[in-house]
């Protein structure tokens, strides 16, 4: 059994992970010996972010999982040169936190449950909608207007020119031209109707302290919501983005998230379905061009396993403004594609190289890669 005493001999100095079991009591302190051979105290660890928590509580967290996560962000960390980011990984059918490694520049926060834009990443989401209001089929063809979309209240645009493409080639292109008019075509109301229903503007069920509602703002202006359906001026945390690409995984309910294996009997109530089980096989197929050539994270795929997925690269927004220069990109996708037992959640915050380009693709996919690569070796 893996319990909240935890294993301590693989910790380094503010740990990427450990963070990511305290109590709101802050005066508890546990420990654990390494092994079932051995019986003597590890250094006290002080516990106090999980509101709750107790020191009998066995957590859902894998060791095996959580060695990698550890590594891999340490790992992905140096590689950007940034000092901020998370790893994060369900089971989308059991809806337990498998794995779960941070870094945070405030001592006090969990990153993975910061709020932060996510960028392209949303656009899933979006899709979600349309598919699920039978506005569009994967093979319905949009015209995204060679790069521009303009009116008197919108402008939209795409890195890359495009002309009509398929949704399944918007989400591969991640074209926002094609979203936006998706988002359109839905409304507002019905757009933050599904918004709520993924979990997004709500705490989550984890009880994390520092969590907060977040007003989603539905009273905007035009361009603020075309803006809002591919992932720009919303705040959500990387945890909720996990949750709601483990919904799609588990065949469009939302799992039944807990981090504590006792409470999963208190979170395992009859699970809202947010798209149907037909769709959610739709947009898992419609994921998996994003990690196929053509796609914007095509080198994300480990070895022999289809994973389903979506890159997101946003303008880091600080103090006011967007800062020039500074991105947050995320990579999140689940394997096996077809049916899901993992989902991967890769935030990298500001990464500073020069090796390479700052987007989801370049910076956080490849992570993803490693973690998926090993978590099936473990496994397997």
Aim: charged share 20%.
């Amino acid at each position: 059994m893996y319990l909240i005493k935890l294993i301590l001999t693989s910790m380094k100095p503010h740990s990427l992970i450990l963070t990511a079991f305290l109590v709101s009591l802050s005066t508890a302190k546990v420990s654990t010996p390494t092994s079932p051979e051995q019986n003597k105290e590890l250094p006290l660890l002080e516990l106090s972010h999980l509101i709750g928590l107790r020191s009998s509580d066995e957590l859902t967290i894998d060791p095996a999982i959580q060695k990698i996560v550890e590594e891999q962000l340490s790992k992905g960390l140096a590689r950007a040169e940034s000092k901020e980011g998370c790893i994060i990984v369900l089971s989308p059918v059991t809806g337990a936190v498998l794995g779960l490694a941070q870094q945070s520049n405030t001592e006090a926060e969990n990153y993975a449950f910061r709020l932060i834009e996510p960028g392209q990443g949303f656009k899933v989401i979006t899709a979600a909608a349309a598919l699920n209001e039978n506005l569009i089929n994967a093979s319905t063809k949009i015209d995204c207007e060679n790069g521009i979309y303009e009116t008197q209240t919108v402008v939209v645009r795409d890195d890359l020119p495009h002309d009509r493409l398929t949704l399944e080639e918007i989400v591969a292109k991640s074209s926002n031209i094609g979203i936006y008019k998706l988002g359109r075509h839905l409304g507002t109301n019905k757009f933050y109707e599904y918004v709520e229903a993924f979990g997004f503007g709500k705490k989550t069920v984890l009880n994390w302290t520092g969590e907060k509602d977040v007003n989603l703002g539905k009273d905007r202006h035009p361009q603020e919501f075309a803006f809002m359906t591919y992932g720009y001026g919303l705040a959500v945390s990387p945890m909720q983005m996990a949750i709601s690409y483990s919904t799609i995984a588990n065949n469009g309910k939302i799992p039944a998230i807990h981090i504590v294996k006792s409470k999963a009997q208190d979170v395992s109530r009859e699970l809202p379905e947010v798209i149907t089980p037909r769709v959610a096989k739709v947009l898992r197929k419609i994921m998996t061009a994003v990690t196929k050539p053509g796609g914007t994270a095509s080198d994300a795929s480990p070895d022999q396993v289809e994973v389903a997925g979506k890159t997101g690269t946003v303008s880091k927004w600080e103090d006011g403004e967007y800062k020039e220069g500074l991105y947050i990109c995320t990579f999140g996708g689940m394997f096996p594609a077809v049916q899901p037992e993992y989902v991967v959640y890769v935030v990298i915050d500001s990464p500073q190289t020069t090796k390479m380009k700052p987007y989801g693709a370049t910076i956080a996919a490849p992570i993803f890669k490693q973690v998926s690569q090993q978590i099936l070796e473990a496994k397997n």
